[in-house]
């Protein structure tokens, strides 16, 4: 029997789930650009000279395989030579092991601590980290920008700006949909105002990490719809809501948005979840030196 | 166990001076609203107050009184004030203890005793002066050291910080003398409060079983009622049953975002186990949602990836 990457798995159970090829659906966006998806995360790679350059590798053995073979197919006798982490989750970029195990891995350097912190089983460990806000990448042939406006959604997220394309590609942050379910490792605090940054480039096409891809009209939507939820939220608990009671957040939050947002997908499945996750905040005031007004990384000193 | 329902009538209408985090302005009807408090001794000079949802300490000293945290909003900050003044009239609180960062916790110093002093481990000072919180005081004095021993106006205990848990620079206190330990949000009564809201689960439960190399048989949370030693490891007892439950419910396709899927699932194979669990039916699929994510997305942040620790204290 093969050796197999489990990441966090412990279960004796568990192979089956992890060796699964889900079917994978590709998109080409430009000359260069592609977009690929298991029918729920969403990510890109590019054509260059001699090479592939691939974000993320998706979240198990078997969809990472997957998506290698897919790349293979769609630009066959090239090798994938780079891999660029959006961010750290295990569900995006958890077995470069499995997809690229040679290739180059660029990741933000927090994301980078975190990960050799984890030691998950198939994380491969960034090979280049990239320190600050804004980069230009230039690697065989192809040029574009890699973002990290401050935390959004886990740690050292990068977004990727395609100036040629006008095409931004930003993962687990502002979705198209109301399909947010918890909102795990969303940083409230931040999360609007650091990807509302982002408008100022010029693009009006918007690759998400999950489902379909948008358009720079339905991204400030989004924008809109979380910074709502934010201020009914807070209204909630001013006024004697039962926060801890996910129906009633629910039952208050969807009768104050629903002619607003209820044309975003899974509002009525979602927003009592949203709802929960967001009041919370105000309860307790954000989660870490990440979810406050100047944020920073508590222990990251103590990390090599 | 005493009440304090019949508080002045000037205490319930105070208005909102301290606002948190919220950005709404205007009243904030929540913030300044009085809550009833009962207070109960626990042994020696350690006593225990609630609302009946969130649960702190105070210790009666020689001069004054040690409080820990400040409980929710400024309304229950004053309440809780108040109670101490019942217990020990004419007494000051010269010292607040910060159990860890949360507002709801210890949030509104500035309306219970704002000229206390304040002690907190410095995770959580720096977490606090960051978040530049309305009523939040920042620490006068922190430590960061994983124990440090107080002798504060005649009470001796020990400030204990274990690893991540919850929150930041989340601190237990032991009494060695009272055999007694307090820590908030962390060991609690039941099932693990709704989406186990700021949990480092990778070093959680081993950071909390370091707390049992302790001499204690009362243990005090930080909400609900005081249990024992059997209590404190039946709730850790949990976390890694939960552990399990989650990689099973991935492993058969459960999607963690599927609220009724979810709920259903919870109640079909959850509940033989955990269904007699206070707050199972409230709470238990949401702990579920949120521990299948651990093992999707792996911890979260530093703290949530923090390597796990054995070691006895």
């Known amino acids: 029997m093969s050796q197999l990457n489990t990441g966090l798995f412990t279960a004796p159970n568990a192979r089956e789930y992890l060796e699964r090829e889900p079917e994978m659906s590709v998109d080409r966006i430009s000359g260069r650009l592609w977009t690929i998806s298991d029918g729920v995360r969403r990510t890109i790679f590019l054509e260059g000279h001699s090479s592939v350059v691939a974000f993320d590798t998706f979240g198990t053995p078997g969809a990472a395989k997957a998506y290698h073979k897919a790349v293979e197919a769609t630009i066959p006798g090239k090798p994938i030579g780079t891999v660029i982490y959006s961010h750290d989750h295990l569900d995006h970029a958890g077995f470069a092991e ?100 982002l408008l100022d480039l010029d693009w009006d096409t918007f690759v998400p990490g999950r489902y379909e891809i948008t358009n720079r009209d339905r991204f400030i939507h989004g924008c809109d719809f979380i910074e709502a ?58 989660w870490s030196l990440e979810d406050t007004p100047e944020p920073g990384y508590l222990l990251a000193d103590q990390l090599t | ?37 009962t207070y109960v001794p626990v042994r020696d000079n350690i006593w225990s107050v609630s609302e009946g949802i969130y649960r702190t300490i105070f210790l009666k000293g020689q001069k004054g009184v040690v409080a820990f945290d400040t409980l929710t909003t400024p309304g229950t900050a004053r309440a809780y004030a108040a109670a101490v003044g019942r217990v020990y009239p004419n007494n000051p609180i010269h010292t607040i203890v910060y159990s860890h960062d949360h507002l709801d916790h210890t949030g509104y110093a500035a309306d219970m005793a704002p000229d206390a002093n304040i002690i907190a481990h410095e995770l959580c000072d720096k977490v606090v002066r960051a978040r530049r919180s ?82 204690w048989d009362v243990f005090v949370p930080g909400h609900f009622w005081i ?75 530093i703290e949530g990836n923090w390597q796990q620790d054995t070691t006895p204290l």
């Open chain 1, 98 to 197: 499995d997809f690229a195990p040679e290739a180059e891995i660029i990741a933000d350097e927090m994301c980078a601590k975190v990960i050799r912190l984890r030691q998950a089983s198939g994380q491969r460990i960034p090979t280049r980290e990239l320190n600050g806000t804004r980069h230009e990448i230039d690697i065989d042939g192809l040029q574009f920008t890699l973002l990290n406006p401050g935390p959004t959604h886990g740690t050292g997220n990068l977004s990727a700006y395609f100036a040629e394309e006008r095409l931004l590609f930003s993962s687990d942050t502002i979705l198209p949909n109301a399909r947010y379910g918890l909102m795990p490792d969303y940083h409230i605090w931040n999360l609007v105002r650091f990807m509302r940054g």
């Open chain 2, 227 to 301: 249990t024992d030693r059997q209590g404190f490891i039946d709730s850790l007892d949990y976390y890694d049953r939960m552990s399990e439950f989650a990689q099973q419910a991935i492993i058969n396709g459960l999607d963690p975002h599927d609220w009724a899927e979810v709920t259903k699932y919870t109640n079909l194979n959850l509940a033989g186990e955990f269904g007699q669990l206070f707050r199972f039916g409230e709470y238990c699929a949401m702990n579920l949602s949120r521990y299948m994510q651990q093992y999707l997305t792996g911890g979260w942040g």
């Open chain 2, 134 to 215: 309305d009523g939040q005081l920042p620490a006068t004095e922190v430590f960061a050291d994983e124990r440090k021993s107080y002798s504060i106006d005649g009470n001796e205990f020990e400030l204990i910080y274990p690893g991540p848990t919850h929150g930041d620079g989340n601190i237990a206190a032991y009494f060695p003398e009272s055999k007694v330990l307090f820590m908030v949000d962390t060991v609690i009564p039941g099932v693990g409060y709704t989406f186990f809201p700021d949990w480092h689960f990778t070093p959680y439960v081993s950071a909390m079983k370091r707390l049992l190399s302790l001499d």
């Open chain 1, 229 to 286: 939820v934010q201020e009914e939220c807070q209204r909630a608990f001013a006024e004697f809501v039962p926060i801890w009671v996910m129906d009633a957040m629910q039952g208050y939050v969807a009768a104050k948005l629903g002619d607003r947002f209820g044309d975003l997908d899974g509002f009525g499945e979602h927003i009592g979840l949203i709802a929960t996750r967001i009041v919370h905040h105000y309860l307790m005031g954000g």
């Open chain 2, 1 to 37: 166990m005493n009440d304090l329902s019949d508080e002045t009538e000037q205490a319930h209408d105070t208005p909102c001076e301290h606002c948190g985090i919220f950005t709404l302005g205007g009243d904030i009807p929540i913030q300044g609203a009085w809550r009833d408090i």
